[in-house]
């Protein structure tokens, strides 16, 4: 029922009987205002309701009562479609990973249609199949959908790290080279190490030593120019396995726990299975060396002794004369990294294996959407991290990678020579006896 009828309601019949009579005519003005001010009420109250509002400016505003500004590239429906789920997430705690894990869902949602509504052409899909899933099948994929790639939240993300110090120095590190690494993750770790020979043999019997932990590692035979040694854990766990040039040689490995430098070692200390050196929590002093084996070509190339915690490679002003080798030069290339559980931090993976857009639309953007959505995300993430947690976005694209490695082989044998001394040129001696033997030919006994 209209104003116009309304009004009518007042009068008695008769006025009410002509259509075209001077008193209808007067109150179908009034009717008519009173229509007008009924929309513009319509439009104030769709204007102070984030879901109705239909002017980008008044979008902003509800926006900048929660403290949420607008993206550059954001127009109405992609703004609003970012702005609900951050506000639901933070009424709802905003720090917690289930809250994290569903603003993400829902953003995600919510971007897919709107980009579809404004496109006008077709349908947007930012990751395959997440509109035909729950929030649990999000995560976890059900069994009948094996194809499904999940989305992710890991807290405490397991980072890779490499050895800065021995990359600064291009990894040619000399006999008795010591170096510190810290472990800043929340658990101790193991170390894994790449050695590579360098020309003249040199490379003979590494070990490796961490000092503060008391771990040792080494390799039982010498490296040729080239050659690379990589040790790796072997499944689960800490022990070692290795390879040289990509063949098997962990029967090689030696190492034991509860080394000290200066205190020899015999073949009964050994660990029954070479395990890799652990990385305790903070800094680690480490330490290579080059001990001496029997059987084991290498003459002055390694020592025989086991070094002492005071005996360091001889620099002026710097070591003492009696405590001090001298500089032999690097013996060895070294590459070592380990794995860190990094504290108060979590990554947010997002699969983007395949994403569709509509053809007209992504010729006519700059930008792609799917990168400013996922811009969106970061903002939005950054923002209900709690304080003090490193939070990231990694946008997982479809990979398919071929490792190789570059490896040196001689043409030609190499025979390394071994130097040692050549012994004293004795004469044979018998027994003294008077007008039998000389004098310089004889002991007397």
Not at 141 to 158: G, K
């Amino acid at each position: 029922m209209n104003h116009l009828a309304e009004l009518q309601r007042f009068l008695p019949d008769p006025y009410t009987l002509a259509r075209d009579g001077v008193l209808t005519r007067l109150l179908d003005v009034v009717a008519l205002e009173l229509e007008c001010v009924d929309e513009d009420l319509d439009r104030l109250r769709q204007t102070h309701w984030i879901r109705t509002a239909y002017r980008l400016e008044d979008v902003e505003k509800l926006a900048a009562l929660v403290g949420v500004a607008r993206l550059p590239w954001e127009d109405l429906r992609t703004f609003r479609a970012r702005l609900l789920p951050l506000v639901k997430a933070r009424l709802a705690g905003a720090l917690g990973p289930e809250e994290i894990k569903r603003f993400v869902y829902e953003y995600l949602q919510e971007s897919e249609r709107a980009l579809t509504v404004t496109a006008g052409r077709g349908a947007y899909q930012l990751v395959p199949g997440l509109q035909r899933v729950t929030l649990d099948e999000a995560y976890a994929p059900p069994p009948d959908r094996p194809l499904f790639r999940p989305l992710a939240l890991e807290e405490n993300p397991h980072r890779t790290k490499r050895s800065g110090v021995l990359a600064a120095r291009g990894g040619n590190v000399p006999y008795l080279y010591r170096w510190t690494e810290a472990n800043r993750g929340l658990e101790p770790t193991v170390a894994t190490f790449a050695v590579t020979g360098l020309f003249g043999g040199v490379t003979t019997v590494p070990v490796l030593v961490n000092v503060t932990t008391g771990d040792l590692l080494g390799f039982s035979r010498p490296l040729k120019f080239g050659q690379r040694l990589d040790i790796e854990p072997a499944g689960e766990g800490d022990r070692a396995h290795a390879t040289l040039n990509g063949v098997d040689v962990t029967e090689h490995l030696f190492g034991m726990r509860g080394f000290a430098l200066g205190t020899p070692f015999a073949l009964a200390d050994l660990d029954p299975e070479p395990r890799l050196p652990r990385l305790a929590r903070g800094p680690n002093d480490w330490i290579y060396l080059s001990v001496g084996l029997f059987d084991v070509k290498g003459l002055n190339r390694f020592f025989f002794a086991i070094a002492r915690d005071s005996l360091y490679e001889g620099k002026f002003d710097e070591t003492f004369f009696d405590r001090a080798l001298f500089p032999s030069g690097n013996v060895c290339r070294l590459e070592m990294q380990w794995i860190e559980t990094e504290p108060a931090s979590f990554v947010v993976r997002v699969p983007r294996y395949v994403v569709i857009e509509p053809r007209d639309a992504a010729a006519a953007e700059e930008t792609p959407p799917y990168e400013e959505v996922a811009a969106g995300l970061r903002d939005a993430i950054g923002q209900l991290r709690a304080a003090g947690v490193r939070a990231a976005v990694e946008l997982v694209p479809f990979v398919e990678t071929q490792r190789q490695r570059v490896r040196v082989t001689l043409p030609w044998v190499v025979t390394d020579r071994e130097i040692g001394s050549a012994g004293a040129r004795d004469r044979i001696s018998i027994g003294g006896r008077f007008g039998e033997t000389s004098l310089g030919d004889s002991r007397y006994e």
